[in-house]
């Protein structure tokens, strides 16, 4: 691991009215690295990710992202075009309703193509080769590249969107409740998926979501929150077995042990 | 003729229509919004045409107007004699003589010169509008030059159907900079539009958007490197010119199938008829497809 991040915030604070959704904050993250944001429902986890990034703007406070030519660049104080620019290439979202990402009236291998589209590639077979490639590569059979989203199941929609996102081979992505909606057997199967590409891509991931064993699974650190502020934060293992703070402790005890 | 400005526009709405014109005129393929008027003909019918024409038309002009590709049809007539009581101006058929030419659905088959300017009537100016239904958001994308959506409509269509399936409207980049809709002209006309010598513009009038190409521009219709863009077009001759190389319209002749393949360009036709050119003047017999009669008999009422 280097010394230098790859994004980092810092004192990051955003009110909703009178609702605390941010306070606060800081952020770092290496490359290569999985990052878990946990916390209940309206603790601020989403809203934390939209501003890191740069889909929503903070009150107060900044976020800085390295370029891999290491110049730093202020996310909210980017121009428009380059910031879109960053989001088509080098950074990644993944929705919660892979819906809300996937062109529902496109098939799956225009799908898996736009972003090599949108980023100049003008060869037919080649976006093919490579949109067959990656549907392999999240376990949809390559014959379906022909098929619409609305065919496939709530896993396989959620793999797809995966494939679309990595196909540009993105330094950073953004996950929010990627498992989020699945039953147990299709989640264990994509986190597993997950954990494979990230590790093998070495692709940084700040991940949110309210499931521990998802974090666990997944994040090498893990940052809890509560209402707006980062009550703790450390590696994953540490935090999850040894938690300090009193609501950490809550969240690790109440969850159910099967 | 009395009670009318020349030309049916006032004085203050053709100068803020020509200010519309310079500015797309200075950036190829870029929209441009303007004040469109209530014309006394319904929207569809070439309201923004017509008054792109009327902003550019001076009393010494000669005015053609194109239909479907014909001089003699109704929308075609009815334009011509609007500007010919209103602005007095001298009206044409003929491609070679005209001045200005008013088109929807055809560029003639004519090479257009550097003294000629051609204005398209247009119902929808927003290439894109079929991706992305938020105007906000296609604004955003001609502006930052985001064009892979449309790429990805290519994409579809090579996939489902071996090759490109757009007919006409087929997409263009503008100067290497903007996409653009060519209004429903076919593809076959779309190579026409590239390095033209005329100056071309483009009226929506329902729409509230002008456009145009300035002469000798660069215009690029979309396609891959692997499938590159072709031009399609009935694999007939016309019969009444003989005509191997224009665009065809297929006219129904009666009611057992028979049909005629004609130019769609009547002038062009007429002049190459001039000229001693002759087809066959007889209609195709449609042979009937198989299986016509199995399926006729199976049908239950």
Redesign the interface.
Known sequence: MTDETLLSARDLSLHFGKIPALVGVDADLWPGEVLAVVGESGSGKTTLLNVLSGRMRADAGAVWYRDPARRLHDVHAMP??AL?ALH?SDWGFVHQNPRDNL?MA??A??NV???L???GN????N??AEAIDWLTQVEIDADRV?DMPRTFSGGMLQRLQIARTLVTHPRLVFMDEPTGGLDVSVQARLLDLIRSLVARLNIAVVLVTHDLAVARLLAHRIMVMQRGVVVETGLTDQVLDDPQHAYTQLLVSSVLQA | MNGYNFAYLDEQTKRMIRRALLKAVAIPGHQVPFGSREMPLPYGWGTGGIQVTASVLGADDTLKVIDQGADDTTNAVSIRRFFARTAGVATTTDTEQATIIQTRHRIPEKKLREDQIIVYQVPQPEPLFKLESSRAETR?MH??A?Y??M??RL??D???FGQVAISYDYPVMVGGRFLMAPSPIPAFDNPKMHMMPALQLFGAGREKRIYAIPPYTEVRSL?????PFRTTRAPHRCALCNADNSYLDEVVTDDRGGRMFVCSDTDHCETRQEAGHAGTGEALVREAPVGSAARGGGMKP
């Not at chain 1, 003008?122 to 077979?125: A, L, M, T, V």
């Not at chain 2, 396609?223 to 499938?227: A, L």
């Open positions: 428009a075009p879109r088509r062109r496109v098939s291998g225009g193509g736009e972003r589209m949108a980023a003008r060869h037919y077979g976006i093919r022909d | 955003r502006a930052l985001e892979g959506a790429h990805v994409y579809e090579i996939t489902r396609d891959f490197e692997d499938h």
